[in-house]
Structures are given as structure tokens and as C-alpha cells.
């Protein structure tokens, strides 16, 4: 049972973390269900939609269509992922630079699907670039579980994700290569290979054999489009801000086709997150 004064965008975000909880507990028997805020009766069905009696503000609308299909989404493993790219699709400049490409509420948005993950995987070379924490630090959440593929090995251990303990970490490698119990403070899983890239069917299986169903992939652009191209993602998110940056990273790069009826073309959804659009690709 949730209890507020009004229905505010801190008591929505609290309705959606306590749909969350539901799932993980118990996702047979968790939906539908009935929450009280305020007073206010907030029905949720079984895929994540609702109602009220009262309309609530247009930013709490927002909120609860965005996020409750999200956090109401059972199935192992369940992965989805995240870039943030300008008009002209780059992610990054060319020297690397990415702070910031979308604005703070794309920003905030990462930090509340990190709170919905039980994990958050990154690519090795985003790691190398940004030496991100990934925890929850905008929002009310605990942190998901941090994981990285690094095919070799590459990254150095004193990077913080290995170092800081903030939140236990995974790094899962090639299975042909050396195999160290641990890096730094991250276990090392050992998957094996799929062409010059890591099996994302393994990785998302031994995820799902440690309880981490629900996976957010923050980047970068190579290990987003390896997971699209191998069929791992149920949602792909594309944030794109009115920015034109004319060289730099590509967002989404796949095997070239010759016909465009061989793209993909998913069913989709969009928000307006400030001043940038995020399009959510349902890809499953």
C-alpha cells in the first residue's frame, strides 16, 4: 500500500517501484493490482497499464506510461537498451566526447531504468571512455548490478566499476582466453564467442541463471547493435536530441542490406523527455 498527500511525481515513481518489487517477488501473482495514493485508486493491469478516477497531471501521465509497462515486464531474461544520439545519429564526437549529447531528463531517464534493472551492462570501450559508476543517484532505487563485456580482458582494474564496491559487478570475457576468478573487485564470467563478438545468448543466459532477469544496456554503440544484430533486445531506446554534431560514432551499426524491406520496422512508442525524443522500439 502506497500513501501520499497528492498524486505527485514522487508518489507515482513509488507506484512503479512498487510494481517493480512485485515482479520480482512474485510476477505470477502481482498483477493486477490495486494501489492507494492519497486516497486515489490506481489500477494496473497485467501489461503495466492503468487507470484513475482522476486525471492525474500531465508529467505523472508520462511517468506511469512510460514506466509501468516497463517495470510490470516478466519473462527471463527481459533486455533493454538505451543510446543517446543526435539528429544526425551520432553518439559521440569522434574523439569519444559524450557528456552530454541528450539533455538532463534523458539523463534522469537512465537512472530510473538502472533502478527498475537487475542489472546494467556497458560495453568495454564505453567503460574505457567514461569510467561510469552506473548506480542509481538521481532517483529513489538500489542499484542493479553492474556488467561489462570485455572479450579480453582488456580494461584496467583499478577502473572504478572494479575498484569502488559501490555495487557488485560482473565481466564476462571469451572462454578461450585467460581465465582470472576475479577482476579487480568484478567476478569474471567466461562465455563463449560468436564471431569476433561475445555470445549474447550466453551472456543473457548465465545472467538469468544468477536471478539478473531484467537487464538495461547503457552502451555504448557497438555492444547495443551486437545485441540487436544476435536478437538478444526486447526494447531498444533511442533518445534523440535536436543537436547536429556532422562526424563522430554512429549510433546503430549492422551488416549492410540491399533492399529496405529487409530493415527492421518494429511497433513503437515515444515520449518527450525536455527538449529531446526518445522512441522505444518493441522488438519482441
Known sequence: M???????????????????????????EALPVFLDIGGRNLEIDAAGGWSMRQRPSERVRQLLDLYLPLAACAGAPFIVAHLGQSLDGRIAAANGASRWVTGPEDVLHNHRMRALADAVLVGAETVRRDDPQLTVRRCTGANPVRVVIDPSLSLDEGCGLFADGAAPTLIFAAEDGRRPARHGLAETVFVPRRGEALCCAA????????????????????????????????????????????????????????????????????????????IECLLK
Do not use: C, N, Y
Open 2 to 28: 502506497i500513501a501520499a498527500e497528492i498524486l505527485d511525481e514522487a508518489a507515482a515513481w513509488a507506484a512503479i517501484q512498487t510494481v517493480r518489487a512485485r515482479m520480482q517477488r512474485r510476477p505470477a
Open 203 to 278: 551472456i543473457a543466459a548465465a545472467l538469468t541463471a544468477r536471478g539478473l532477469d531484467w537487464v538495461f544496456v547503457e552502451g555504448g554503440g557497438v555492444t547495443v547493435s551486437r545485441l540487436l544484430e544476435q536478437g538478444a533486445l526486447d526494447r531498444l531506446q533511442i533518445t534523440i536530441s535536436p543537436l547536429i554534431i556532422g562526424s563522430g560514432r554512429p549510433g546503430i551499426a549492422l551488416p549492410e542490406i540491399a533492399d529496405l524491406a529487409h530493415g527492421l520496422r518494429p511497433k513503437t512508442r515515444r515520449f518527450e523527455l525536455g527538449e529531446d525524443l526518445m
